[in-house]
């Protein structure tokens, strides 16, 4: 439980402003030992949220371009109004239903909006 809660991008912000707060309100002497500490602590848990949320980034953009690969291997029609935002509609384990529901439908007429509606009615409404 520990871990988890130290691996959560919120506590490592919460780490960060502590540490900067810190820097603040202690204001060790410039330059001495315990100014270079604090710095160096920043700077790294500053890097440190920077590569997370980098990574972060780059899995939400290949866990898109895998949907949108499926999506396109189905070759489902896309006969629902998308503006852009359709991944977002549904959590994984629900877009995994509807990739079940579009594989149970004939190759030649797959619909998205008919796949959506047999296991998720309350997104279309």
């Known amino acids: 439980m520990g871990r988890l809660i130290l691996r959560s991008p ?3 912000l919460l780490v960060w402003l502590a540490l ?17 500490s604090l710095t160096a602590a920043v700077v790294l848990v ?7 949320s980098r ?3 780059v899995a939400e953009q290949d866990a898109f371009a895998h949907w949108s690969n499926r999506l396109s291997a189905l070759g489902a029609v896309r006969d629902v109004e998308d503006d852009g935002h359709l991944y977002e509609w549904l959590d994984p384990p629900h877009w995994q239903d509807v990739f079940a529901a579009l594989e149970r439908m004939p190759a030649g007429s797959r619909s998205l909006r008919q796949a959506i509606r047999a296991t998720h009615p309350e997104v279309l409404q």
């Open 10 to 12: 919120l506590a490592l």
């Open 46 to 52: 500053g890097f440190a949220q920077m590569r997370r």
């Open 55 to 57: 990574l972060e980034a």
């Open 20 to 36: 900067i707060l810190s820097l603040l309100v202690v204001r060790p002497q410039p330059f001495g030992l315990a100014f270079w």
